[in-house]
């Protein structure tokens, strides 16, 4: 089995399903030069069938990409596939995916159809897409609440009917890391036409467990990911694909998987999500919150100026950042703020050095963070005062 995994990016679809996230046509092409940039396999443009703004998306998106995949949502419906085609239709790689909810609660409440039914819309649907495009993707929706026997039922109807990759989403963010990927091996070794498809992860972040999902369900077999930039998406959103990325990359000695992903364009995309959808990164979000590569105790700085590796994973480089930062506060020591002065430009005497970092310290408790302007405020009030 490969170990390359295919990145499946849903930032356009999935992502702009977040509340407030919608993005305009303009700022969908620039997100997706950017997924381009980033190395993502596939880009999934958005639902065509779902207003003529997310039609002419898809259109836009589909006629700009040179490399990735462009993929199109539709439902288990003619009117959805037909719509996802003609949207496809100038893409250089066209791919239709197609869903059904496969859980016992979601078939009987949402779409009032017997197992047999929805078994019935998946042959349908699967084989309408595949007669308008060669590139398939089937999701069972919700189904990590379906039953594993019916599950497999019907993963191999949509295999038989074309589909070439198979995506089991965790759409309520339900799963933990052992039953999502004891999901994905019990139903790569029980379907019988496994080894023709792709098996994908898909998971939210209800629980906080997304990353950690997808990772289990990799481990398990499954060698496409679906995932956003920032995590954005439905409630608490999807999984990252900056944590994704960076996590088989940092831990590749117990992750022994590859992605396509370019990992220093990663904090360029990101920003680009924040300022087109004006969601902001909290700022202890791994990998692109603000405090990723900050560190304000004394001890961390004493140790980063000595050897970043002592509190740092991975270099902020790395992720297209251009530096750390040492941020001073009541827990920064002599150290950083010696590393400050200099960085300043100050070369102060031995006393004059005590004196200031004393009262530095005493502004530091007064306030939360203490900036550049502040020390240079302070050291000249010092220097003058002599
Ligand atoms: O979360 C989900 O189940 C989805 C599907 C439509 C793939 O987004
Ligand atoms: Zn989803």
Same mark, same amino acid.
């Given at each position: ?13 999935? &992502? ?16 997706? *030069? ?11 443009? &958005?639902? *065509? ?12 998106? !589909?006629?700009?990409?040179?490399? *990735? ?7 288990? !419906? ?6 996802a085609?003609?949207?496809? =239709? ?34 349908? #649907?699967?084989? %309408? ?10 999701? !069972? ?17 949509? $295999?038989?009917? &074309? ?9 309520? +963010?339900? *799963?933990?890391p ?34 950690a ?20 998406g ?25 992605? +396509? ?7 360029? !995309? ?6 087109v959808? +004006?969601?902001?990164?909290?700022p ?14 004394? $001890?961390?700085?004493?140790?980063? %100026? =000595?050897?970043? #590796? ?9 992720? &297209? ?19 400050? %002065?200099?960085s ?22 007064? =306030?939360?963070?203490?900036?550049d ?14």
């Amino acid at each position: 089995m490969t170990d390359q995994i295919l990145i499946f990016d849903t930032t356009l679809r999935d &992502g702009e399903q977040s509340p407030g996230c919608s993005m305009n046509l303009e700022e969908k092409l620039r997100v997706a *030069a950017q997924l381009e940039a980033l190395g993502v396999d596939i880009i999934e443009a &958005g639902f *065509a069938i779902a207003s003529d703004g997310d039609f002419e998306a898809v259109q836009a998106v !589909a006629q700009q990409c040179q490399r *990735a995949v462009v993929a199109s949502l539709a439902r288990a !419906a003619r009117a959805d596939i037909e719509r996802a085609a003609a949207a496809l =239709k100038v893409a250089k790689r066209p791919r239709i995916h197609t869903f059904i909810a496969t859980s016992p609660l979601h078939m009987k409440v949402k779409l009032n159809k017997s197992p047999e039914q929805v078994l019935e819309s998946i042959r349908e #649907s699967v084989s %309408l897409a595949r007669n308008l495009v060669d590139d398939v993707e089937w999701s !069972a929706e919700d189904a990590t609440r379906s039953e594993p026997e019916f599950l497999a039922r019907a993963i191999e109807t949509a $295999i038989r009917a &074309g589909a070439r990759t198979i995506n089991l989403p965790d759409t309520v +963010g339900y *799963a933990t890391p052992e039953t999502y990927g004891a999901m994905f091996r019990d139903m790569i070794a029980r379907v019988s036409n496994a080894d023709l498809a792709i098996f994908s992860t898909h998971c939210h972040n209800d629980l906080g467990l997304g990353v950690a999902n997808t990772l289990a369900a990799v481990a398990a077999g499954a060698r496409q990911v679906e995932s956003t930039i920032n995590g954005i998406g439905e409630r608490a959103g999807n999984a990252a694909v900056e944590e994704i990325a960076m996590a088989l990359k940092v831990r590749h000695d117990v992750l022994p998987w590859r992605t +396509g992903i370019v990992s220093t364009e990663i904090t360029r !995309a990101s920003r680009l999500i924040s300022a087109v959808t +004006g969601m902001h990164v909290q700022p202890n979000k791994a990998i692109v919150g603000a405090n990723a590569f900050a560190h304000e105790s004394g $001890i961390h700085q004493d140790g980063m %100026l =000595k050897d970043s #590796s002592t509190y740092e994973i991975m270099t902020p480089e790395s992720v &297209g950042q251009s530096h750390s930062s040492l941020v001073l506060g009541k827990h920064s020591g002599r150290a950083a703020f010696k590393d400050k %002065l200099e960085s300043l430009g100050y070369q102060l005497s031995d006393n004059e050095f005590q004196d200031a970092f004393q009262r530095f310290k005493a502004l530091a408790d007064a =306030k939360k963070q203490v900036f550049d302007e502040d020390i240079v405020a302070l050291v000249d009030d010092e220097v003058l005062r002599g």
